[in-house]
């Protein structure tokens, strides 16, 4: 009897947007410089910066909640810290934020660090130990291993600072500075035992697309605890060490009357004259020459932000028009690629102030307001308010989120059964059973055959497997797969509903699945190893994740599906293009279907010359010639290099990635140099 469910999908033929909040309540004006933090359960808060029509800064703790649309001015009691902007907020222990630094209303720059409690709405400030970096703003903080990184920045009369240093946030204790990049309004992020910085503003106040890193594993001046008064780090305590260099008592800023009640801490030149050390791990650094989905730093609003391995680059509207989409940068490569078209995420009409996003990496949110003002005639500017927000599911253009991207650091080690072993677990045992016969001693008590996709395979007719419910009785199946009903009944939602209902299969301990028996070979082997990553000798092939793809559509394994769809975005190539492009098609998979059509057309030369392409059935091959614009043309290799001599740049990357013919779109034989394709990046 057959596996598979009636494919009665639901559609998705407009695709994904994502969706536009419109908030009410207190909304804030349209703060510069300020916080703003995703914290979970659908809560976003922000802290200080400064209105920008009258250059007030202050202290306002703001929350909205995005189930009902609401912003709140918040409450809040305690150790309150007085007015900043350029600051930074941390979510820590999933219900605190960490704040350090920032700029006060006097332009004096702060090094202190603020603990507010979400839950009691209570500040508080913690007493610190060792030297304290020097005071700044429009740095970049995060929070790993229980420690905060804190790189960059700017100081007194617009210095860019070029240090690197950690609070250690079990003992209080800061380590000291180490050299690294002078950079400021950039991103920072660590993934794989690295710290990595994108973006921002160099000391010749340029923006660049540079990505530095900084190796700290094996470094003992970053992975040991930091001790209280240890080694050379003196007695300094933040708070009482050294008195603040304010000019007298702060007033109440703001119309909340808090007190602006934070120290300002420049501290002697004993500390600050310190030229910092090299930093203990390895410095490297990559200057992005040329790509076809580089996006430019120089034009558009960018937001930059960190998931799954990846650095993604929100490239959003700014005041003049520019090309705008959403790129990522996998770290493990350094290869960008171009994850959506700015139309397809960004209203024109709207300008987007911050964005923020949740710890998993899955979701992001842009926050900012209407670029014009109000029809309704209210008198409303245009960006007064963080009145709209714009809610993005990641997952829908590729990005797994964290907890599924495979971090070296995370896995757990195989087994000692497994040690050289790929996999990593329980997985690493279970592998060693998986399809191995019954007199083998592996304890196989469950059958599956599939569908032959290959010739070589031994086939039996399906009458021969007491299958005699099957619509063709008489059709040739795969060799069988041994596997193990408990395994698959603890991992396979569709057969732990099979047996419980006792139907056939449960009588007779054998399925068939109508699927490619390689597909289906894959797919079993991942109920017992968790992984579809590659591999030489037992990782499966990018064929095998797109009929994996389709299976997991049917039968509803949303986790499977988002780690097939990630796979096949990021590794797509000429062979498998036009097999991702009908698999994606037929799981309904938008943006993938996108994507591969995208690659297909623009490499269409050699994508025409593949196996993949060749097995399309005739409706496909319609289907996907039918993906090219109406007024596009095929051009030879002859006419791309005439046009080469009019465009060196494009034309070079047209031929690298189009062999001897290509799809033009219509205009696109213009001279024009912003061309773009989805071929191989040069860096």
Known sequence: MTASPVRNRKSTSEGYRPRL???????????????VTYVGDDKIYAFG??????????????????????????DNYGDIPGVRMGHTACLWGG???????????????????????????????????????????????????????????????????????????????????????????????IWNGRIWIFGGINEDMEKNNEIWWLDLRGSPGFESAMTYGSGDRQLVTARHRFPALSSGPQLATGSTGYTANSSVQSYPSVLSSRLPAIAPGSISSLKFHSSPNLPSQASGMHFHAFSSGC??????????????????????????????????????????HYCTMNTEGTHAWLLGSPAEAAADGNGVSPGEYLSDVLAIDLRKYGIPGNDLAMDPRSKLPSSDANVSSHL?????????????????????????????????????????????????????????????????????????????AQMVEFHTKKMHIPEPYSAVRAFLYYLYTDSIAPHPTHGPSLSDVAGMLVMSNIYDMPRLQLLCVTRLGRELDIEHAAIIWERAATANEEWLKKRAATFCLQNWGRVVRTAGFRALCPHSLIELCSESDTDARVVSGEELELMGQLRPYAAGNRKRSLGSAGVLASGEDDIDEEGEDDGMDVN
């Open 21 to 35: 909040i419109s908030t009410v309540g207190a909304k804030p004006a349209c703060l510069v410089n300020a916080s």
């Open 49 to 74: 910066g400064f209105d920008q029509f009258t250059d007030e800064v202050y202290n306002h703790v703001l929350r909205l909640n995005l189930a009902t649309r609401q912003w709140n001015l918040v």
């Open 95 to 189: 219900d605190k934020l960490l704040v350090f630094g920032g700029e006060n209303e006097h332009r004096q720059h702060l090094s202190d660090i603020v603990i507010f409690d979400l839950k009691t709405s209570h500040w508080r400030q913690p007493e610190t130990h060792g030297f304290t970096p020097r005071g700044r703003a429009r740095h970049s903080a995060v929070i790993y291993d229980d420690k905060l990184y804190i790189s960059g920045g700017q100081t007194g009369h617009d210095t860019v600072l070029d240090d690197i240093c950690f609070l250690d946030l079990k003992t209080w204790t800061w380590s000291r500075s180490w050299k690294f990049v002078p950079r400021y309004d950039h991103a920072s992020w």
């Open 311 to 352: 650095m993604l680059d929100f490239v959003t509207p700014a005041e003049l028009s520019c090309e705008t989409s959403l790129s990522s940068l996998e770290l493990d490569t350094l290869r960008w690629q171009k994850l959506a078209d700015g139309k397809e995420l960004y209203n024109p009409n709207f300008r987007w």
């Open 424 to 500: 990593t677990g329980i997985g690493a045992d279970l592998s060693a059973t998986f399809d191995r016969p019954p007199e083998t001693g592996s304890g196989a008590d469950f059958i599956i055959t599939a569908e032959p996709d290959d010739m070589d395979y031994e086939t039996s007719p399906t009458s021969s497997l007491d299958t005699a419910a099957t619509a063709e009785p008489s059709h040739a199946v795969s060799r069988p797969i041994h596997v193990h009903r408990l395994i698959l009944h603890a991992r396979w939602p569709h057969f732990a509903r099979l047996w419980s």
